[in-house]
């Protein structure tokens, strides 16, 4: 694993330009009995085999199981990436990553984690993934950062009344649009979100390609 050194802004930096990342926003409380936390390390793997680093807060739970699956998929030059935070009931970041950028605050966190992806996925989560979903999906209305996928994956119906409330409030009291709400694509297992980030990664793979960087081929 790269360590916490002073290059570590460097590397994440030149990473930024010539990888296709994918983070992964999770609960820090689903252990591995859990079916989510598998079907979040397969999709992490799946990801991973395609030429994609993934991205996560570096912590337990779901963010472990896509670390995980970033490693278990990679097929040679793909990375695990965490960014943990430091807090008084998570000692250290999981054991499966390549790369590690501590921090502080959430707020220079959150704006690591939107620097660096070109795509979020978000898993079943409470107040800190609920945070991490409405900054990124904010920053796409108001333009301060590009459009990108934003996937909401879950095997069951987690989201589901979630996005009911959406629709019948905000969107329903016109506190939000329509163009909003459509900025979110919610899916239910591994294949429909690899068939909805394809597309991205195989043209991001093109213009890289065509610029001169060196990309890992998808099987």
Known sequence: ???I???VENLLTEMETEYYRVCIFGSARIG????????VEELASALAQHGVDIVTGGGPGLMEAANKG??????G???????????PFE????SHLDVKNQHRRFSSRLDEFMRLTHAVIVVPGGIGTL????YTWQLMQVSHIKHRP????ASDDFWKDFLKWIQKYPVGKQLMSLSDLEMVKVVQTVDQTIAELLPHINQFKVLAKSEGFTKIESP
């Open 77 to 87: 030059g793909t990375r695990s990436i965490g960014l943990p935070i430091e807090l």
């Open 91 to 94: 000692s250290d970041a999981n």
């Open 32 to 39: 591995e009995e859990s079916p989510i936390y598998k079907h």
């Open 70 to 75: 970033a490693r278990t998929g990679n097929l």
């Open 150 to 153: 934003l996937i909401l994956f």
């Open 131 to 134: 945070l991490e979903l409405f």
């Open 1 to 3: 694993m790269y360590d």
């Open 5 to 7: 050194i002073a290059d």
